[in-house]
């Protein structure tokens, strides 16, 4: 069964690096998205992309946010600066189709920032 | 008022139990409704999706939308040990520059064995 895979599982960092977490999407999605969750709280929306370009975001996808698909298969998001506060689980999904929003999300990339 | 609003339980059961999970919504613009499972530290795994109002079953598994009164449910039938975790509703709009998923903040079930 297809699936999206996420690397690494777990990123520990220091406060103020840049960090990419990458994300391999379903081989024949076409909107990719990224989300976190902060131990014990909800998952949050970060970004839609569509055809190379960002198509939504949320409050939380500030300046030191950006995505991109670098090739025909990866999705990553960057982190420019990262603060304390940016620990997370952070989760990519796919999708054929918004309208019809069968969402799939890999496992997803724990992030300490320490 | 929350846009989606889910009790956070637990919720425990024993083995064999039906089991209802819901949530409400406050935004009418919510046409598709999705029921998600997360174990610990595990993605949130697709378990039903339903479009508007009416039901939808799968296996053991049953949806049910009501936009009238703005509450989804999960039924759970013959619940088992390995039912165990944490239940996410999510919804999202129709139109463009809605696509994100609004997730409640799940309930966390726990079925004895």
């Known amino acids: 069964e297809p699936e999206v895979t996420q690397t690494p599982s777990h990123q520990v960092t220091q406060m103020g690096q840049e960090v990419i977490l990458r994300c391999v999407p379903i081989?024949?999605?076409?909107?990719f998205y990224w989300y976190r969750q902060i131990l014990g709280q909800k998952v949050e929306f970060l970004v839609s992309?569509?055809?190379?370009?960002?198509?939504?975001k949320s409050e939380i996808f500030d300046d030191q946010f950006s995505v991109e698909r670098p090739d025909g298969s990866n999705f990553t998001l960057k982190i420019r600066s990262t603060k304390l506060e940016d620990s997370a689980m952070y989760f990519c999904?796919?999708?054929?189709?918004?309208?019809?929003?069968?969402?799939?999300f890999g496992q997803g990339t724990r992030l300490t920032v320490v | 008022q929350k846009e989606v609003e889910q009790d956070p339980g637990p919720l425990s059961v024993p083995e064999g139990a039906i089991v209802s999970l819901n949530c409400t919504y406050s935004?009418?613009?919510?046409?598709?409704f999705m029921w998600y499972r997360q174990y610990s530290r595990k993605g949130p795994e697709l378990l039903m999706y339903?479009?508007?109002?009416g039901n939808k079953e799968d296996g053991r598994f049953t949806a049910q939308v009501d936009k009238s009164s703005k509450y989804i449910s999960l039924f759970i039938r013959d619940s088992q040990p390995s039912d165990s975790a944490t239940y996410l509703c999510?919804?999202?709009?129709?139109?463009?520059?809605?696509?994100?998923?609004?997730f409640g903040t799940g309930t966390r079930l726990l079925v004895s064995p």
């Open positions: 992309f569509y055809n190379n370009e960002i198509s939504e």
């Open positions: 081989s024949n999605h076409l909107y």
């Open positions: 339903t479009y508007s109002s």
């Open positions: 999904a796919s999708s054929d189709r918004t309208a019809n929003t069968e969402a799939f």
């Open positions: 999510a919804m999202k709009g129709m139109n463009t520059g809605f696509q994100k998923l609004v």
């Open positions: 935004n009418s613009a919510f046409q598709y």
